[in-house]
């Protein structure tokens, strides 16, 4: 590589020319039948998504197009599609909150802001290739933050099942503000609501069987009438809203949707907030690009297909961006929708940008249907959708495997739960990472002794090995850095006191060390020391290539009284004084 | 112990009734004379460090008196002498800067404040035995830290030794302030500064061999000679400053320094300040920690005695908060007082009660003499103190040794002189352990072999080992968890999917882990299920027993193709193919 420039490989920058230059007429059946599909499974989606983000729901729709496009160019996934998602809406609305914008106007802007900031983070990460960050999620945190959040977004919809006001980010304010307004249910608006839930409660989990059973129809098709099916039920009420006149009654409805384009350019009247808006957006950056990964990688491994999480980042920055730039919301991969698009068929990430054109037909022709279409439907959609987000055996499944583990999915859920997402999630990663900390810095060390018949040395308390009174070998299960460094020197030195006057050698076997920085090699030195002054001989045994590497550059090897040992064998063998062939070690 | 309780080990509690029972008048003999030796050096040094500190002389003694009794009565080590420290003065007027208080009562009672807290925390963290948290300061960010302080002290005592007023708690503030301030130099203090500098350097370095060849003094006698030496550059300069009146000339005195015992009580007048000193108290009190437990196990080991960390916190505690109520501020173990003191033959604590009695006396009837002490004499004691403190040889020793050593120095040594002393050592625990999260979250696997004549597997690069085309033996250098899962996953296909054709088998060798979290786990599970799709069977060997106790909670080893096996050198032979006896390994 030296001298010479390195091609660009355009292919992986721009993933469009690699599956584009090969587009054929099944690629396009397929994508086309895709794009219908969840075009009418996202209309009612988006509007319902906007509202929880606390947006009019024409805001929904203008995220889902120009997002769908740009991903389609830069995404490696070849079925996420890209839209507003739950939580991310709520992390949205939880954003904008404190800022007490007063205008719907000013609201928007800020909305718009919030996505081309979450974009240019997004991808200056992927410029910097920072991938790898998403790593600190780890899995027993994710999903404990999606349960709490889909818990919090189902009950931030009651109200509008009920016909009440209620504000809040986290539980107590939500389950206060509720009952504090319980005096202005609407009846109407609850028999709306329960309707619409029931509807698509029973379209979720017995739609498809019924067809099945009933009707002949294949898995497939029935599956597919079940994702579509939510359309009725929006059909269905809104048309039952305008023949009754429901608003008359007291029903909220979505109202006057604006047709059109959406609209291009800058946010405008916002750009003092910025400061406000930074953390929110780094921390919907995060959590969006984790969900939309997690959702891509699941579906690429059923393919054998491959993402790249870096040009993963430059695909979400770039629809964010685009997001931002025409009217719309965060935006991110979701779930759902990308299970439909796969089930569907589509097969390239053309199905996205025909979705597009189908949204903005939508958003161009359809949104005056929309006047009548009851609120309490759309949050009976989200419900239904959220709720199978929340899975708390995940608490359990924590529990019965480790309880570091359970601490970091109790405190994130209870955390979302009582102070909202943004602290929830920053609990997680921070209490996952104090702990495995803390783990690190009380390290196992085992006693080893010889497996008879075998090179083999296992702990003297779980097997039936071979010792010797005069050589005491001791396995450190860690890494040695500072944290566990002092720790280490008091635990070597008060066992070898336990037998300081049978014993002639002390070996450490360094198999599982995978690090000595300088404060454990200061240790290191200190423990041969203190054995020096007691006669005592220090040997390492089985250290490994890298922290040889290291150690080579420091006086210790010269220092330490014993020898450094390529296998814990030969420094048992040529160290013990008794060295009876009768028990059975290898020859 | 079940059903009984413990008796109390009063003697651990109480150290004083372990020692003080078996006084005898050797120890007497010893501990006296170390006391006079420890309070002339104490006398200019205490002073000096109020001065650094930014409060007035006789705050310096008084926080020298009380704070050795009650180390006396609680602290484990037999020769540390607890006091106003270099670092911790430092640190206090730091702390003290911002409160921008204005009378000098008021800027006394913060000080005792902060003493009374840091105390109150040292006592907390000692009750719940938290001595471990300081092992979270590496020893190369406490010593970058300590050389970027001594390097600080230094240049905030310059002010004292030209005689111009200054400012600033990091190097650009000092730098910055000194020099618009340089035409406010007296030559006068600049004289008496250079001379003093002078005499205290030449009795550092050379009074000892000077006494030693000149005179046949024995080294012991000479060494002590040099150590109370500074008094007698005092005793000169307050002298010369007597005579030729030098406050006249514009030369600053110590000037009237108030007679009588220390005042005891609260300190008053600076509650509502407590919210503000909360923070500088717990940096002070783990800094000044580290620091004396440091001293006491450096001493300590020489005597082969033992040091207890948490009932050090106690006793530092109880000394904090004895200081705090005597009109004191913050104190801790000294480098400088201690050595002096277990060099001059102190055999108990009680030589650090002989010496709080040799100060009280100093603060009753001494205090009038200070008066034409030139401030710059103590200053010079201050810069000639903390000179030993600089060592940037630790930035070279850590740059050969380790890049990631040397980042976190570089870090606390860079933000200590350019942000001041909170912000260094923060930033200094951070980046390490940063670093040390990053390093596991990329860990290192080796691909191994069989070293023939021997059942010890190494990696295939570094030695010259046995292999099998159906049998791929990777080694995983780290504990598995969610910051390193994913890259794992993605190491190990990558690796496997290289030979496809011609791998069967594939073992994970987990001799070096150490852990698997519930995010490792499920990445255990999707390598599990991705092999058995090409056909490939996985193996772990060498799990170690807490790892394995683990899994066996879960239903991976239900689920896994291969066997986990005790041995890589079980696991080797059981699988491989052409099992050659003449390629060497052991029978």
Same mark, same amino acid.
């Given at each position: ?46 509007? #319902? ?10 805001? %929904? ?20 599609? +890209? ?33 081309? *900031? ?31 959040? %889909? ?59 019924? *067809? ?20 009725? #039920? ?19 409805? +979505? ?39 997690? +959702? &891509? ?38 779930? &759902? ?75 994130? +859920? ?97 198999? &599982? ?47 330490i009284t014993g020898q450094v040992f390529l296998s814990q064998f030969d420094a048992f063998h040529s160290l013990r004084e008794n060295p009876e062939p009768s028990s059975g070690e290898a020859a």
């Amino acid at each position: 590589m030296t001298g010479a420039w390195k091609k660009p490989d355009w292919g992986r920058v721009l993933p469009i020319l690699d599956w584009g230059s090969r587009y054929d007429r099944t690629d396009l059946t397929g994508d086309i039948t895709a794009a219908v599909i969840v075009t009418i499974m996202l209309i009612p989606q988006s509007l #319902a998504y906007a509202l929880l983000a606390g947006l009019p729901a024409e805001v %929904g729709l203008y995220a889902s197009i120009l997002p769908l496009v740009f991903y389609a160019v830069f995404g490696t996934s070849r079925v996420l599609a +890209v839209g507003p998602v739950a939580v991310v809406s709520l992390m949205t609305a939880s954003a904008l909150a404190p800022l007490g914008l007063t205008s719907v106007t000013e609201y928007i802007a800020a909305a718009g802001m919030l996505a081309l *900031l979450s974009g240019l983070m997004l991808l200056g990460m992927g410029v910097l290739r920072l991938g790898v960050i998403a790593n600190f999620l780890s899995h027993p945190v994710i999903a404990g933050f999606i349960t709490a959040s %889909g818990l919090l977004i189902a009950l931030s919809q009651v109200k509008h099942l009920i016909g009440i006001e209620a504000h809040g980010h986290n539980l107590p304010e939500l389950l206060w503000s509720m009952a504090s307004h319980l005096n202005q249910i609407n009846l109407f608006t609850l028999m709306v609501g329960a309707v619409a839930l029931a509807m698509l409660y029973w379209i979720r989990t017995s739609l498809s069987p019924f *067809l099945q059973t009933r009707f002949g129809v294949s898995a497939n098709a029935a599956g597919t009438a079940a994702r579509v099916g939510p359309v009725f #039920a929006v059909i269905g009420t809104a048309l039952v809203s305008w023949l009754l006149d429901l608003p008359s009654l007291g029903v909220a409805v +979505v109202g006057d949707v604006p047709a059109g384009l959406p609209p291009l350019g800058l946010p405008t009247g916002v750009w003092d907030r910025i400061p406000d808006l930074l953390l929110p957006a780094a921390l919907i950056s995060i959590i969006g690009y984790v969900e939309s990964v997690s +959702v &891509a990688q699941t579906l690429a491994s059923k393919k054998r297909q491959k993402i790249d999480a870096n040009q993963e980042l430059v695909a979400l920055g770039a629809s964010n961006l685009s997001a931002g730039l025409s009217g719309g919301y965060p935006v991110t991969g979701g779930f &759902a929708r990308s299970v439909v698009n796969f089930d569907a068929g589509a097969r390239t990430p053309a199905a996205g940008a025909f979705t597009a054109i189908g949204l903005l037909f939508a958003a161009m022709y359809l949104t005056p249907l929309l006047y009548f279409l009851p609120k309490a439907t759309l949050a009976a959609t989200i419900v239904i959708a959220v709720l199978s987000l929340v899975d708390l055996r995940v608490l359990s499944h924590a529990w019965g495997y480790s309880k570091a583990d359970f601490a970091a999915v109790a405190t994130t +859920v209870s955390l979302t739960l009582a102070f909202g997402v943004e602290i929830g999630v920053a609990a997680g990663v921070l209490v996952s990472l104090f702990l495995f900390v803390r783990k690190t810095s009380r390290p196992h060390v085992a006693e080893v002794g010889l497996v008879p018949g075998t090179q083999h040395f296992r702990n003297i308390l779980r097997h039936k090995v071979v010792t010797d009174p005069t050589v005491l070998t001791l396995r450190i299960d860690e890494s040695l850095y500072f944290a566990n460094a002092r720790r280490m020197e008091d635990m070597i030195l008060a066992r070898v006191l336990k037998d300081k006057d049978s014993l002639k050698h002390v070996i450490l076997m360094c198999s &599982a060390v995978n690090e000595i920085d300088l404060s454990a090699l200061e240790s290191l030195e200190t423990i041969n020391h203190r054995l020096e002054n007691m006669d005592v001989t220090l040997h390492l045994s089985e250290v490994k290539g890298p922290v040889m590497d290291r150690l080579k550059r420091s006086a210790f090897l010269e220092e330490i009284t014993g020898q450094v040992f390529l296998s814990q064998f030969d420094a048992f063998h040529s160290l013990r004084e008794n060295p009876e062939p009768s028990s059975g070690e290898a020859a």
